[in-house]
């Protein structure tokens, strides 16, 4: 086994996994799985920078980090950020920040690569199943951007658009800066429209009619898992794995879309950062189900994270490998 750490840097939350990966057999054993909400793309949709405020936060997650991966002795780190910042204009002032706190410089990851490592991290362990058929739709929808992958064994295609919930929140349902509360028809149409415009653009390039699994990932996919559970705290091991029906998708999407930031902050599961972005998560969620006729989504709490860790051990793995084959070579 090799003790990995994963940091996966979004456009709402970071989070950051320690585990013993063993790729050769597929075990992955936790050691310390954490999130925190920092906003990191906070405003970046309008101004096309990443605040100072925001930064501020995420540097504070990353010591805070730093701290967790020195106390489990995890020698290989793999830190990749996503959606906001590759829209940066400023990333450079993220990377370098990074860096000092961490001793890695982050990898701002392409969309395409941020679908295969969700892809990874959400089926390696689905394999030898016969209740979900292949192939697989993996959807993972994130802050700024969603995900799509179709494949089974492997990836066929993937492709990212930009329809995450806080970028749809912020372009549709800020007024002077303040959440629409609960959002208008007209302002739940334009969001609508935005995710259609993004559905047509994923198809594309990836069959997502031809899948026969549908998978969801990321925070606004298994806050709806706990809402349909009725749990009455985030509980992952009862969210992991769980289905929920197109019918119950929608009943909670209407419910969220016609709440007000104190009804939807009261729902026992909801963390604090993701009341004013949910709707819009939920209804991104709602629109892929209904566009590839899927009648349930299979909810996965391994996501991307995962598969920055199993990268991150097949990595380490191989630079022993070379290692010792130099090693041997010398002493030849």
């Given at each position: 086994?090799?003790?990995?750490?994963?940091?996966?840097?979004?456009?709402?939350?970071?989070?950051?996994?320690?585990?013993?990966?063993?790729?050769?057999?597929?075990?992955?054993?936790?050691?310390?799985?954490?999130?925190?909400?920092?906003?990191?793309?906070?405003?970046?949709?309008?101004?096309?920078?990443?605040?100072?405020?925001?930064?501020?936060?995420?540097?504070?997650?990353?010591?805070?980090?730093?701290?967790?991966?020195?106390?489990?002795?995890?020698?290989?780190?793999?830190?990749?950020?996503?959606?906001?910042?590759?829209?940066?204009?400023?990333?450079?002032?993220?990377?370098?920040?990074?860096?000092?706190?961490?001793?890695?410089?982050?990898?701002?990851?392409?969309?395409?690569?941020?679908?295969?490592?969700?892809?990874?991290?959400?089926?390696?362990?689905?394999?030898?199943?016969?209740?979900?058929?292949?192939?697989?739709?993996?959807?993972?929808?994130?802050?700024?951007?969603?995900?799509?992958?179709?494949?089974?064994?492997?990836?066929?295609?993937?492709?990212?658009?930009?329809?995450?919930?806080?970028?749809?929140?912020?372009?549709?349902?800020?007024?002077?800066?303040?959440?629409?509360?609960?959002?208008?028809?007209?302002?739940?149409?334009?969001?609508?429209?935005?995710?259609?415009?993004?559905?047509?653009?994923?198809?594309?390039?990836?069959?997502?009619?031809?899948?026969?699994?549908?998978?969801?990932?990321?925070?606004?996919?298994?806050?709806?898992?706990?809402?349909?559970?009725?749990?009455?705290?985030?509980?992952?091991?009862?969210?992991?794995?769980?289905?929920?029906?197109?019918?119950?998708?929608?009943?909670?999407?209407?419910?969220?879309?016609?709440?007000?930031?104190?009804?939807?902050?009261?729902?026992?599961?909801?963390?604090?950062?993701?009341?004013?972005?949910?709707?819009?998560?939920?209804?991104?969620?709602?629109?892929?189900?209904?566009?590839?006729?899927?009648?349930?989504?299979?909810?996965?709490?391994?996501?991307?994270?995962?598969?920055?860790?199993?990268?991150?051990?097949?990595?380490?793995?191989?630079?022993?490998?070379?290692?010792?084959?130099?090693?041997?070579?010398?002493?030849d």
């Amino acid at each position: 086994m090799t003790r990995v750490a994963a940091v996966d840097c979004g456009t709402n939350s970071i989070r950051l996994l320690v585990a013993d990966a063993d790729p050769k057999t597929g075990e992955l054993v936790d050691l310390d799985r954490r999130m925190t909400i920092v906003r990191l793309g906070q405003g970046v949709d309008r101004t096309g920078r990443l605040a100072p405020d925001a930064l501020e936060r995420t540097f504070a997650a990353c010591r805070e980090y730093a701290a967790v991966i020195e106390k489990h002795g995890a020698r290989h780190l793999r830190f990749v950020a996503t959606s906001a910042s590759r829209d940066a204009e400023n990333r450079d002032e993220f990377v370098r920040g990074v860096l000092d706190i961490l001793g890695v410089e982050p990898e701002v990851i392409s969309g395409d690569q941020e679908a295969e490592f969700s892809f990874t991290g959400a089926t390696k362990e689905l394999t030898g199943r016969d209740d979900l058929a292949k192939p697989y739709l993996v959807v993972d929808i994130g802050g700024g951007s969603t995900e799509f992958v179709v494949g089974d064994d492997q990836v066929r295609g993937a492709r990212s658009v930009d329809i995450g919930c806080v970028r749809m929140t912020e372009r549709h349902l800020l007024r002077d800066g303040v959440v629409t509360d609960p959002p208008t028809e007209e302002q739940v149409r334009a969001i609508r429209a935005d995710i259609e415009a993004a559905l047509d653009l994923a198809e594309e390039s990836v069959p997502l009619r031809e899948a026969r699994t549908l998978v969801g990932l990321a925070g606004s996919v298994t806050t709806v898992s706990a809402i349909a559970q009725n749990l009455q705290e985030y509980d992952p091991e009862a969210i992991h794995h769980s289905r929920i029906s197109l019918d119950r998708v929608r009943e909670i999407t209407e419910r969220l879309l016609a709440s007000t930031h104190t009804e939807r902050a009261a729902i026992p599961s909801m963390h604090p950062g993701r009341v004013d972005v949910i709707g819009a998560g939920a209804l991104v969620l709602l629109a892929i189900m209904e566009r590839t006729g899927a009648q349930e989504v299979v909810v996965s709490e391994h996501d991307i994270l995962d598969g920055i860790a199993w990268k991150a051990a097949e990595k380490a793995e191989k630079a022993e490998k070379d290692k010792k084959d130099k090693k041997d070579k010398k002493g030849d």
